[in-house]
């Protein structure tokens, strides 16, 4: 559709969470926390699973949520496709001039962490979803950065301190530099803290977003999860 849109996930509207949820799970898909969502005023929860699109289902509140006339036509079924974009005001008036009708302006989302949405629709297309986020990285680390990656637009964990999260971020970043010159004790004591740090990190950042680990050590590697 347009080369700087970026899926993000494809949404379903089902009669019921708790019943559709269970054939995913059997199918290795892993199922977030379920969230009311006043712009749909839907119920939605999201459904992961490595190397898989990730998949939300949406299930009606009441008689006057939107998908109830989808779900009385079809029954459950494919209700839009998600795609990330750095500008969404820019993104809605470049689809305006394909015959998109805005059926809802950027508000934010409580389901995918306060990043702003917006629907659009076209009778050729369908619905579509438009998901605001823009580059922003935190940086968990063990060492001084600033030099290297600078202040705009990045936030920094302390040195030890990794309880704080920020939600509205693009790329969470762990960026470990190992040390090269302690004894056998200390390098093991070091991996074992290590671990459990990163441990807590995977654990604390929100459904759905992506962190790059990075080493920096005799050789540079990473990886991305």
């Known amino acids: 559709m347009l080369s700087n849109f970026h899926f993000h996930h494809i949404g379903y509207a089902v009669t019921s969470i708790e019943k559709t949820m269970y054939y995913y799970i059997d199918g290795g898909y892993s199922c977030s926390s379920v969230i009311f969502d006043p712009i749909q005023n839907v119920n939605i929860c999201f459904l992961t699973k490595e190397g898989e699109p990730m998949i939300e289902l949406l299930e009606p509140v ?18 839009h496709c998600c795609y ?21 302006y950027p508000a934010e989302a409580v ?23 823009k580059m922003k990285f935190f940086i968990f680390r063990n ?9 705009d637009e990045v936030e920094y964990s302390g040195y030890e301190d990794i309880s704080y999260i920020p939600q509205n971020t693009s790329l969470y970043l762990w960026m470990y ?20 740090k990163m441990q807590l990190v995977f654990s604390q950042v929100p459904q759905g977003e992506r962190i790059c ?8 590697s990473y990886e991305i999860y």
């Open 143 to 151: 060492n001084t950065l600033e030099n290297i990656f600078g202040t």
């Open 213 to 220: 680990s990075i080493h920096i050590g005799r050789h540079l």
């Open 84 to 104: 990330s974009v750095e500008n969404i005001e820019d993104a809605i008036a470049r689809l305006r001039k394909m015959r998109f009708m805005v059926v809802s």
């Open 177 to 196: 530099q190992i040390p090269i010159r302690w004894n056998q004790k200390q390098l093991a004591d070091e991996i074992d803290a290590y671990i459990r």
């Open 111 to 133: 389901a995918l962490n306060n990043h702003r949405v917006a629907f659009l629709y076209n009778k050729d297309i369908g619905l579509i979803e438009l998901l605001e986020q």
């Open 62 to 79: 009441d008689e006057n949520s939107p998908i109830n006339k989808n779900l009385e036509k079809n029954g459950v079924c494919p209700y």
